[in-house]
């Protein structure tokens, strides 16, 4: 399957026809760089880890640069869960599923996507499932 080519400075907007072609390109092709990008981040930090220990004499210095170092450890934690839910996204416009509200079916709202393009819930579904988990937690 060939992929639609996309229009110089396209955006998409809620005035097309949802999850047209061409729009289901602008999210892949979007979703493929920020995971490059990730990915590239990734790569820089096991290079600057795997040159070994901190060799701060001092002893601030030291503490200084271990907590630096896992401070850049848990960011590239939480990026390696950002990919897995930029592959799922990718699953989901190969499927045909992306864009839409997990929980109503219902479209995402294109602002959304082009915001946040893992979104998997509409806002309306997001703001639900965030007031019921603030309600969990004051229990």
Same mark, same amino acid.
């Given at each position: 399957?060939?992929?639609?080519?996309?229009?110089?400075?396209?955006?998409?907007?809620?005035?097309?026809?949802?999850?047209?072609?061409?729009?289901? &390109?602008?999210? =892949?092709?979007?979703? *493929? @760089?920020? #995971?490059?990008?990730?990915?590239?981040?990734? +790569?820089?930090?096991?290079?600057?880890?795997?040159?070994?220990?901190?060799?701060?004499?001092?002893?601030?210095?030291?503490?200084?640069? &271990?907590?630096? =170092?896992?401070?850049? *450890? @848990?960011? #590239?934690?939480?990026?390696?869960?950002?990919? +897995?839910?930029?592959?799922?996204?990718?699953?989901?416009?190969?499927?045909?599923?992306?864009?839409?509200?997990?929980?109503?079916?219902?479209?995402?709202?294109?602002?959304?996507?082009?915001?946040?393009?893992?979104?998997?819930?509409?806002?309306?579904?997001?703001?639900?499932?965030?007031?019921?988990?603030?309600?969990?937690?004051?229990?």
């Amino acid at each position: 399957m060939s992929s639609p080519l996309l229009p110089k400075n396209y955006a998409p907007s809620e005035d097309e026809e949802f999850m047209n072609p061409v729009m289901r &390109e602008y999210f =892949r092709q979007k979703l *493929l @760089r920020w #995971r490059a990008e990730l990915l590239a981040e990734s +790569s820089e930090t096991l290079s600057s880890l795997q040159e070994g220990g901190i060799q701060e004499p001092d002893i601030a210095d030291r503490a200084s640069a &271990e907590t630096d =170092r896992a401070l850049e *450890l @848990r960011t #590239r934690d939480r990026e390696r869960k950002l990919i +897995s839910k930029i592959d799922a996204a990718l699953e989901r416009l190969q499927d045909g599923s992306y864009g839409y509200c997990e929980e109503t079916g219902e479209p995402i709202s294109v602002r959304r996507l082009d915001a946040r393009p893992i979104a998997t819930l509409s806002l309306e579904a997001q703001e639900r499932h965030e007031r019921m988990e603030r309600t969990q937690r004051d229990d």
